[in-house]
């Protein structure tokens, strides 16, 4: 199992920056992969990005060249670092891990609001 709590939402003007943090209860080295997801009122949730256990990451089309996504394996912790916000990025980001090799199991975080105005 793994706990996962997310910190760093909040309100920003649109051109800001942001930093999501998700810190896990266990070595995010024995997680095969941790995401950022998110979901806008009406909305499906979608993947925003990801690191692989490898350190391998993907980025959603809508956010390559404005979010990285990045790890601190001492602390547990994985970042989303948000530049040039727009108002489209307004959601609740939610920190994902998916755990095993055979049939991988999916956690979340609680959510962490994200606000860009305009």
């Known amino acids: 199992q793994v706990q996962l709590v997310e910190s760093g939402g909040g309100l920003v003007q649109a051109g800001g920056s942001l930093r999501l943090s998700c810190a896990a209860s266990r070595s995010i080295l024995s997680i095969n992969v941790v995401g950022w997801y998110r979901q806008a009122p009406g909305k499906q949730r979608e993947l925003v990005a990801a690191?692989?256990?490898?350190?391998?990451?993907n980025y959603a089309d809508s956010v390559k060249g404005r979010f990285t996504i990045s790890r601190d394996n001492a602390k547990s912790t994985v970042y989303l670092q948000m530049n040039s916000l727009k108002p489209e990025d307004t959601a609740v980001y939610y920190c994902?891990?998916?755990?095993?090799?055979?049939?991988?199991?999916?956690?979340w975080g609680q959510g962490t609001q994200v606000t860009v105005s305009s």
């Open positions: 690191i692989t256990s490898g350190g391998n990451t």
């Open positions: 994902n891990a998916k755990v095993g090799q055979i049939l991988p199991r999916d956690y």
